[in-house]
């Protein structure tokens, strides 16, 4: 028998005399001041060595909580850190046995508190042991920094083994590593190093490269590194089929876009192969967007696959321009072109320029001519009306020529000309022109080797241009060779040094009867500034009695120019010019200094430049505009 007692539960209740006593305890106890600490500021001492003083701000905690409000607990933590941080920000400069100094000196107490010499950190160890007080302390550290001895690499084992160790590419990347021995172990160049060795082999179709050997052991002791690092390349993989895909409707035939490939499928991978296709594609100017990926994830038997996506760019250009010459006077142009007419990529082209001495108007029909790559077949007309003081001349100028590009930097271009040109030149003796006639047909040969940084404003590489042609007209026959070059030196990012130059010569037994269009001339923007445009050169006296260039046999001009960029895209230059254009072999020099002004403009760079010519005591200032690229 089992008896059962229920049992009852009874509340209690708390007097309320006794709740309002805790609930003032709470409040009393949240009222109490809470001590804390602001630092005002963190200062680096020790060294000038900004990257060093950099790196070390970036590492430490304690510089981010400048300006904040801290408990004694958490300021004591940030200096423990401190040390550490500071030390393994050094690391990646070889600095690996660095004497660190950490001081604090609080505006209450002036006493700076100091480690120490053997225990640097020593003086944190009281910050939660200060008086609390219902103010907050303000305080300032001060970290001293010295370095101490680098390390410096000892020993050094860079190879890479298997197929892409034979890899031009691969071997100069290796040849270019740093670190060399006896060098400071600065990690930056090192790892800079590592991804230039892993993108040569990535470059030249080694995906499956890894490291056999990936270790740097540092003896703190001796200040010594030794480096071993061993790749195994693998198998070389290959480039495969091309897709192309233009989004959101194809402009041109998938066909034509083909014969831009330089390689056929199967063919060993080369990164250079893929620049040199979206290069291709940038330059017909079809398309506003060119994506070309190789995806080695996805090759079949080590073949990859590649994808070029195109975004049209908009099919109509219109293009204006403005030009300025104290002799020639103001001047516009305006074009237009349609990018494409057809999906088999033809283009059309209409342009005016128009001054107060010279007016042309050209149209262009152009095809492309991708079996030989970058090539275009072209049919332009040019007519063209020059009146100065002196000359009364008007052209007409059908060519035909076929385009393409030899290689990566040789541009080849075989024209044939049709020409029909009338002029008359006024001299006191002829007021009024009896006009010459003279009709051509020549072929034109040029070479263009442009190898720069940047075309649109080079800083550094070299160009050149050669151009032959020659015929018999009704009046004479000729053989003309013409050369130029310009060449570019970029000291740093905002200054570079420019030196061109121009030489010609025609041969020719009846030069007077050659029209002025197939004469050289020198002076203006584009030879030698300080001088009018064709202002160089044998010369005649027109109705008023003034002397005016009439085109010579021969050219000769030099120009040297610095050219520094201060604020944004805003600059200056200072340049030297000089030249002729002469008969005979004796060039009668004539050299021009100015000043200039330079905007890297949205369009291009601008270039506005005031010139005087030395050769006259009493020669004006010229000032000359332009606007476009240097090559």
Same mark, same amino acid.
């Given at each position: 028998?089992?008896?059962?007692?229920?049992?009852?539960?009874?509340?209690?209740?708390?007097?309320?005399?006794?709740?309002?006593?805790?609930?003032?305890?709470?409040?009393?106890?949240? @009222?109490?001041?809470?001590?804390?600490?602001? =630092?005002?500021?963190?200062?680096?001492?020790?060294?000038?060595?900004?990257?060093?003083?950099?790196?070390?701000?970036?590492?430490?905690?304690?510089?981010?909580?400048?300006?904040?409000?801290?408990?004694?607990?958490?300021?004591?933590?940030?200096?423990?850190?401190?040390?550490?941080?500071?030390?393994?920000?050094?690391?990646?400069?070889?600095?690996?046995?660095?004497?660190?100094?950490?001081?604090?000196?609080?505006?209450?107490?002036?006493?700076?508190?100091?480690?120490?010499?053997?225990?640097? @950190?020593?003086?944190?160890?009281?910050?939660?042991?200060?008086?609390?007080?219902?103010?907050?302390?303000?305080?300032?550290?001060?970290?001293?920094?010295?370095?101490?001895?680098?390390?410096?690499?000892?020993?050094?084992?860079? =190879?890479?083994?298997?197929?892409?160790?034979?890899?031009?590419?691969?071997?100069?990347?290796? @040849?270019?590593?740093?670190?060399?021995?006896?060098?400071?172990?600065? $990690?930056?160049?090192?790892?800079?190093?590592?991804?230039?060795?892993?993108?040569?082999?990535?470059?030249?179709?080694?995906?499956?490269?890894?490291?056999?050997?990936?270790?740097?052991? +540092?003896?703190?002791?001796?200040?010594?590194?030794?480096?071993?690092?061993?790749?195994?390349?693998?198998?070389?993989?290959?480039?495969?089929?091309?897709?192309?895909?233009?989004?959101?409707?194809?402009?041109?035939?998938?066909?034509?876009?083909?014969? #831009?490939?330089?390689?056929?499928?199967?063919?060993?991978?080369?990164?250079?192969?893929?620049?040199?296709?979206?290069?291709?594609?940038?330059a017909l100017d079809y398309f506003g967007l060119v994506d070309v990926s190789a995806t080695p994830e996805t090759a079949?038997?080590?073949? +990859?696959?590649?994808?070029?996506?195109?975004?049209?760019?908009?099919?109509?250009?219109?293009?204006?321009?403005?030009?300025?010459?104290? /002799?020639?006077?103001?001047?516009?142009?305006?074009?237009?072109?349609?990018?494409? #007419?057809?999906?088999?990529? $033809?283009?059309?082209?209409?342009?005016?320029?128009?001054?107060? %001495?010279?007016?042309?108007?050209?149209?262009?029909?152009?095809?492309?001519?991708?079996?030989?790559?970058?090539?275009?077949?072209?049919?332009?007309l040019q007519a063209a009306d020059e009146q100065t003081d002196s000359l009364d001349n008007r052209r007409l100028e059908?060519?035909?020529?076929?385009?393409? %590009?030899?290689?990566?930097?040789?541009?080849? =271009?075989?024209s044939a000309h049709v020409l029909r040109e009338r002029w008359s030149y006024f001299t006191v003796n002829k007021p009024?022109?009896?006009?010459?006639?003279?009709?051509?047909?020549?072929?034109?040969?040029?070479?263009?080797?442009?190898?720069?940084?940047?075309?649109?404003?080079?800083?550094?590489?070299?160009?050149?241009?050669?151009?032959?042609?020659?015929?018999?007209?009704?009046?004479?026959?000729? +053989?003309?060779?013409?050369?130029?070059?310009?060449?570019?030196?970029?000291?740093?990012?905002?200054?570079?040094?420019?030196?061109?130059?121009?030489?010609?010569?025609?041969?020719?037994?009846?030069?007077?009867?050659?029209?002025?269009?197939?004469?050289?001339?020198?002076?203006?923007?584009?030879?030698?500034?300080?001088?009018?445009?064709?202002?160089?050169?044998?010369?005649?006296?027109?109705?008023?009695?003034?002397?005016?260039?009439?085109?010579?046999?021969?050219?000769?001009?030099?120009?040297?120019?610095?050219? /520094?960029?201060?604020?944004?895209?805003?600059?200056?230059?200072?340049?030297?010019?000089?030249?002729?254009?002469?008969?005979?072999?004796?060039?009668?020099?004539?050299?021009?200094?100015?000043?200039? #002004?330079?905007?890297?403009?949205? =369009?291009?760079?601008?270039?506005?430049?005031?010139?005087?010519?030395?050769?006259?005591?009493?020669?004006?200032?010229?000032?000359? #505009?332009?606007?476009? @690229?240097?090559?």
């Open positions: 028998m089992h008896c059962q007692t229920a049992r009852r539960r009874y509340p209690v209740t708390m007097p309320s005399s006794l709740i309002r006593l805790l609930h003032g305890v709470v409040l009393c106890l949240v @009222a109490l001041p809470v001590s804390a600490v602001t =630092v005002t500021r963190v200062d680096l001492r020790g060294t000038s060595d900004e990257r060093l003083l950099d790196n070390v701000r970036s590492a430490l905690s304690l510089q981010d909580a400048v300006g904040k409000r801290l408990t004694h607990r958490r300021l004591a933590y940030l200096l423990q850190q401190a040390d550490a941080q500071t030390r393994q920000a050094l690391e990646p400069f070889g600095y690996y046995a660095p004497v660190i100094r950490i001081q604090r000196s609080d505006r209450a107490d002036p006493q700076t508190v100091s480690a120490p010499d053997d225990d640097p @950190a020593a003086d944190i160890t009281s910050a939660d042991d200060a008086p609390e007080t219902s103010q907050d302390d303000v305080l300032s550290v001060s970290i001293s920094i010295d370095p101490g001895l680098p390390v410096q690499v000892r020993g050094r084992q860079v =190879v890479v083994t298997g197929a892409g160790g034979d890899d031009a590419q691969v071997r100069a990347a290796l @040849a270019a590593f740093v670190p060399h021995t006896g060098e400071v172990l600065d $990690h930056s160049r090192y790892e800079a190093s590592k991804t230039r060795v892993n993108r040569a082999l990535a470059a030249q179709g080694y995906f499956d490269a890894d490291f056999i050997i990936h270790q740097v052991q +540092v003896t703190r002791a001796e200040h010594a590194a030794d480096i071993d690092l061993r790749w195994s390349s693998g198998p070389r993989y290959r480039l495969g089929e091309v897709v192309f895909t233009q989004a959101p409707a194809p402009v041109l035939r998938d066909e034509l876009l083909q014969k #831009l490939v330089g390689w056929t499928p199967g063919q060993a991978y080369d990164a250079a192969q893929l620049e040199r296709l979206r290069r291709s594609l940038v079949q038997d080590k073949q +990859v696959p590649v994808q070029v996506n195109l975004t049209p760019a908009p099919r109509s250009i219109y293009s204006y321009g403005l030009s300025y010459g104290t /002799r020639s006077g103001a001047g516009f142009s305006t074009g237009f072109e349609r990018r494409y #007419l057809n999906q088999r990529g $033809h283009k059309a082209l209409a342009q005016i320029d128009w001054g107060n %001495q010279r007016k042309t108007a050209t149209v262009q029909y152009r095809m492309p001519a991708f079996a030989w790559r970058d090539g275009w077949y072209t049919a332009s059908f060519v035909v020529s076929r385009s393409g %590009q030899y290689s990566e930097h040789l541009n080849l =271009v075989a009024v022109g009896l006009y010459q006639f003279a009709s051509f047909v020549f072929p034109e040969l040029r070479a263009d080797y442009i190898n720069v940084d940047n075309r649109m404003a080079p800083r550094s590489g070299f160009g050149a241009g050669l151009t032959l042609r020659g015929g018999n007209g009704n009046a004479a026959g000729f +053989v003309q060779l013409h050369a130029n070059a310009q060449w570019f030196h970029g000291f740093d990012a905002d200054s570079r040094l420019i030196v061109r130059g121009e030489a010609g010569r025609t041969f020719t037994g009846d030069l007077l009867n050659l029209p002025p269009s197939l004469r050289y001339f020198a002076g203006g923007d584009r030879s030698v500034r300080g001088y009018g445009w064709r202002e160089i050169g044998p010369r005649i006296r027109n109705g008023q009695g003034d002397l005016y260039a009439v085109g010579a046999a021969s050219v000769l001009t030099a120009s040297i120019e610095y050219e /520094r960029y201060f604020h944004g895209p805003w600059g200056a230059a200072v340049f030297v010019d000089s030249g002729s254009a002469f008969a005979g072999r004796r060039a009668d020099l004539h050299t021009g200094v100015g000043i200039g #002004l330079r905007w890297r403009s949205p =369009v291009g760079p601008v270039r506005i430049d005031i010139a005087r010519g030395l050769n006259a005591p009493d020669s004006p200032f010229t000032l000359h #505009l332009n606007i476009g @690229a240097d090559l």
